[in-house]
């Protein structure tokens, strides 16, 4: 069993920048591609970013490309959101996932973090 737990959610003005962490409780978790979801209230949950187990490729839902970039660093266990010009519309509960590929689909991913908020003020 691999647990995630998310860090470095909070409040920032539109435009601010954030950046989120996702600590993985096992070197397993490694072999794991891993991605980021977002859910706001009243809204299912929706795929952000993503990133093959070696960092070798990554994927952006088109509401966030140029602005997200995803990283990881295997000798941390820990995969990475940085969040520049953020908009009121990025407010959600932003969740880290492992899963066996980048998939755009919830129910493909094997574990999941608790989430943490991020709200952006106008």
């Known amino acids: 069993q691999v647990q995630l737990v998310e860090s470095g959610g909070g409040l920032v003005q539109a435009g601010g920048s954030l950046r989120l962490s996702c600590a993985a409780s096992?070197?397993?978790?490694?072999?794991?591609?891993r991605a980021w979801f977002r859910q706001a209230p009243g809204k299912e949950r929706e795929f952000v970013t993503g990133?093959?187990?070696?960092?070798?490729?990554?994927y952006y839902a088109d509401s966030v490309k140029g602005r997200f970039t995803i990283s990881r660093d295997n000798a941390k266990n820990t995969v990475y959101l940085q969040m520049n010009s953020l908009k009121p519309e990025d407010t959600a509960v932003y969740y880290c996932?492992?899963?066996?590929?980048?998939?755009?689909?919830?129910?493909?991913?094997?574990?999941w973090g608790q989430g943490t908020q991020v709200t952006v003020s106008s």
């Open positions: 996932a492992a899963g066996r590929q980048v998939i755009m689909r919830v129910e493909r991913y094997d574990y």
């Open positions: 096992k070197r397993t978790a490694n072999a794991y591609a």
């Open positions: 990133i093959t187990w070696n960092g070798g490729s990554t």
